[in-house]
Every structure is written in C-alpha cells, then in structure tokens.
C-alpha cells in the first residue's frame, strides 16, 4: 500500500515562495494522476492543482493559476507544487493526492484514493 508524505512546509511572509514536495513510499504513483489539494480551517478541502500520470499536462484552480506550478518525477516518485506570491488566503493544510492510474485529470477530491497527512502552510499579512 502507497503511502504520501508532504513536505516543505512552514511560516512565510505574503509575497513569499514555498516548495511542497510529495514522496512516495511503499509503491509507486508514475502511472497515476497526482494532485494537490489544501483545506483552510472551517472549509471544504479544495483542488489545487493536478498533473497527469506522464506529467505532459497540468490543470490549476483560477485562484492558483499564475502563481503555482504543479510538477513530478516519476522516477524519484516525488510531486512538488512550487508556490509564488503566496497571499494569506492560501494559508491551508496542502495534502498531496493519488488519482487514477492512466487516468483523466480531476478536480474532484472523491477521485483520489490516497492522501498524505498534510503539510502546513501559513501566509503572513
């Protein structure tokens, strides 16, 4: 059974620029679509961005898209989101997220199977 660790997470300034990273362990997730997904207190856990099982195509919630950029090796089984002019609305848990295997790109939580524990990220006005 796969298991997802986030990681790089922390405490950044607005305007600043964090790396989360996803490591699988026990599996592999080259053949699968990847996302990742964050939850704010007292919300709904929402899609952040997705990549598709090659890594030939990406897809970006509108409130993200210009800002982070979603990428993997398949070989090392790593995912990472890089994030850029962060705002304190993105303070959230981001959790790393499997998908299908050879599958579509998905914007719905329900079409992940497999979830990393989250990793904090806290935006600072």
């Known amino acids: 059974q796969v298991q997802l660790v986030e990681s790089g997470g922390g405490l950044v300034q607005a305007g600043g620029s964090l790396r989360l990273s996803c490591a699988a362990s026990g599996g592999t997730f080259s053949s699968y679509v990847m996302g990742w997904f964050r939850q704010a207190p007292g919300k709904e856990r929402e899609f952040v961005a997705a990549s598709s099982w090659s890594g030939g195509g990406t897809d970006y919630a509108d409130s993200v898209k210009g800002r982070f950029t979603i990428s993997r090796d398949n070989a090392k089984n790593t995912v990472s989101l890089e994030m850029n002019s962060l705002k304190p609305e993105d303070t959230a848990v981001y959790y790393c997220?499997?998908?299908?295997?050879?599958?579509?790109?998905?914007?719905?939580?329900?079409?992940?199977?497999?979830w990393g524990q989250g990793t904090q990220v806290t935006v600072s006005s």
């Open positions: 997220a499997r998908g299908r295997r050879f599958g579509q790109i998905e914007r719905r939580a329900m079409e992940y199977d497999r």
